[in-house]
């Protein structure tokens, strides 16, 4: 039994890059269940200054990792991929440490599941392709193509008219719990609102404003921020 009450499960571990979306999904998760987890860098993007490496394409990696794609966990019990059931492997697993963030009964888990699936098939259709011609590319320095991004903003307000109703029923996406729904949405999010500047899409929806506001302005997510864009930390304090 550790000093103190800490809850120190066993070490994980997650290859990818922090400031991918896809692993800081897996990050925030484990930050917010206060799991242990060592992070192998794998830099897909070829962003990352301080290495560089092609290990996702090597047999090795490939066997565990059949599409060369990032996250990969693996725990003392299964090596997966795919952050979405990622998360809800580490929620359920740790669901007696930390914030529920898979809900308490199955209406719950339900909900979750609900939301996490209009995320990966409704949300992020709509607002990847903006990111990507207006953040990603500018980071890669090129231009974002104005044919891409005007109809992908477009898809996303009609989404976002469609959270603004749901959010005027409830606090979080599944319910008045904070879940691994609304934990799903922050890496792409901040990207368009806090360096693509649309933020404008969302303050004039009061009820998404504030659920953004509320779920952006956690602790765990702050501190992933400051780890994963130490070169272009966004403070919203600033």
Request: proline residues 7%; contains cysteine; hydrophobic residues 40%.
């Amino acid at each position: 039994m550790p000093l103190c009450g800490k809850y120190i499960p066993p070490k994980c571990r997650v290859y990818g890059a922090p400031y991918s979306i896809c692993t800081s999904r897996v990050i925030m998760t484990l930050m917010e269940k206060e799991v242990d987890y060592e992070l192998r860098l794998l830099d897909t993007a070829g962003r990352d200054f301080r290495i560089l490496t092609k290990e996702y394409k090597e047999p090795r990696y490939l066997a565990l990792q059949p599409f060369g794609k990032t996250p990969l966990f693996q725990d003392s019990e299964v090596k997966m991929f795919e952050s979405r059931a990622i998360i809800r492997y580490i929620a359920r697993k740790h669901d007696d440490h930390g914030p529920h963030l898979y809900g308490t009964n199955e209406k719950e888990r339900t909900m979750v599941d609900q939301w996490l699936e209009v995320e990966a098939q409704n949300y992020n259709p709509a607002i990847a392709p903006a990111v990507f011609h207006l953040v990603f590319a500018a980071w890669f320095g090129k231009i974002g193509d104005i044919r891409v991004i005007n109809p992908s903003l477009e898809r996303l307000e009609k989404v976002l008219d469609i959270y603004e109703a749901q959010l005027m029923k409830t606090r979080y996406l599944a319910g008045d719990f904070f879940s691994l729904a609304d934990l799903s949405h922050l890496p792409f999010t901040h990207l368009l609102i806090n360096h693509a500047g649309k933020g404008d899409l969302y303050s004039k929806r009061p009820f998404l404003k504030a659920w953004w506001e509320d779920i952006f302005s956690r602790p765990t997510w702050l501190k992933h921020l400051a780890k994963a864009f130490p070169h272009i930390y966004y403070d919203p304090n600033e």
